[in-house]
């Protein structure tokens, strides 16, 4: 099986790629980044899974998995990035999906972001939400 990760720019979306690095070591098992493109008939989609790879492998080096064996998955939205992220999860055959939110208050979980709280509605798998280290490990 695999585990696949939302890949986000943010730094709890970096240390939920690097739980996941370790998670798929650990497990011995396929580590999938998933990442939704935007439908922009001007860019180049191509360069931007360059730079995406580049991204996402200094991520691993960073977090100490840089050894670490990883695919890269995008689809493209038309404006719902969540149904586009459902769709790569469900194509994905992962048994797990992990996903970085930020730190929040009490009231702040039960209120979770709306995408986050759409994903856990949404995807068939289970969801492990991973929270930034605020002492730098993620």
């Keep these: 099986m695999a585990i696949a990760v939302v890949h986000r720019d943010s730094p709890e979306g970096r240390a939920a790629i690097v739980h996941a690095a370790r998670e798929a070591v650990q497990r011995r098992e396929q580590l999938l980044v998933l ?27 960073g977090g100490g998995v840089g050894e670490s064996s990883w695919e890269l998955r995008t689809n493209e939205h038309d404006g719902d990035q969540v149904s586009a992220l459902c769709a790569l999860v469900d194509s994905s ?14 009231i702040g979980k039960f209120l979770l972001e709306r995408w986050l709280q759409r994903l856990l509605l949404e995807v068939d798998i289970p969801i492990l939400v991973v929270k930034e280290d605020v002492r730098g490990t993620a």
């Design 35 to 61: 990442h939704v493109l935007d439908d922009d008939p001007g860019q180049d989609a191509e360069s931007d899974r360059t730079a995406l790879r580049a991204e996402i492998q200094a991520t691993l080096e």
């Design 93 to 106: 055959g992962a048994d797990l999906l992990v996903v970085g939110t930020r730190r929040m208050s009490p």
